[in-house]
């Protein structure tokens, strides 16, 4: 691998008497997609707020380009960029006001923001709307404007968590091809979702997650072949009948 540019170390992660996640370690190295992979309820979610600081971990750390979760989250929130299945755009906000909103709040120069807003705006095709109240916007669009928002001030770092979940093909294509595009800029993006296939298009090395543990954590080909499958939804069902219940 390359660099890395999250790394996870024993991470747990516990409420009350339950464990949601249980011991996970991990790296995400720079200019490749890492997939967190896994049933609902396996821990995705909770180890991706963890490592974004929105969550204090029980026992363990991590850190990102650098940063550790505990000594520097603000530093760490500066070099992530997180997209979720939860849009929540301002609707009586234009495009380029959303973004300039999130900004401003990052703290960014205005003429830095306005030239990345431009850009985001080409990359993505929002040219056409991007004016236009957000509250006018296609599901489309507004995921198109939710990804500008997640990275508008250009993290080494991008974390997708679910971020295809109840979107139409169309809609799910623009998340995926800018996934692409972010790997081949050197972004570290992490991948979280439960649909392997998608995964194993795009992800070389992936972590499988079951009941808060980790159950894989290699290259798709590897866990392939250590499971005699041919996909990698075959290799997840046989790596959990493998499991401890």
Do not use: W
């Not at 960029?81 to 973004?99: A, K, P, W």
């Not at 979702?193 to 079951?210: F, G, K, Q, S």
């Amino acid at each position: 691998m390359d660099k890395a540019l999250v790394t996870v170390t024993n991470l747990t992660k516990s409420y009350g008497p339950t464990e949601a996640v249980h011991g996970v370690s991990f790296t995400a190295p720079a200019g490749e997609i890492f997939g967190l992979l896994g049933p609902n309820g396996a821990g995705k979610t909770t180890t991706i707020r963890v490592i974004a600081t929105v969550l204090a971990p029980t026992t363990g750390t991590a850190s990102v380009a650098g940063f550790d979760i505990h000594t520097n989250p603000q530093a760490v929130r500066r070099h992530i960029g997180l997209l979720t299945t939860d849009i929540g755009v301002y609707d009586r906000f234009s495009g380029t006001e959303n973004l300039a909103y999130f900004g401003r709040l990052y703290g960014m120069d205005e003429g830095a923001l306005q030239s990345r807003i431009t850009t985001l705006a080409d990359l993505l095709d929002m040219k056409q709307f991007i004016n236009r109240k957000a509250g006018t916007y296609s599901t489309g669009m507004k995921q198109k404007l939710a990804i500008a928002r997640a990275v508008i001030h250009d993290p080494d770092v991008i974390i997708f968590d679910e971020p295809t979940s109840g979107l139409d093909v169309l809609a799910a294509q623009t998340v995926l091809q800018f996934m692409i595009h972010a790997k081949e800029q050197g972004k570290a993006v992490i991948f979280s979702t439960h649909h392997l296939p998608d995964a194993e298009r795009l992800c070389a090395h992936v972590a499988i997650m079951h009941q808060g543990k980790l159950i894989a954590n290699d290259t798709v080909a590897a866990i392939k072949r250590s499971t005699k499958t041919a996909n990698l939804e075959d290799a997840f069902l046989a790596l959990v009948k493998k499991s401890p219940a």
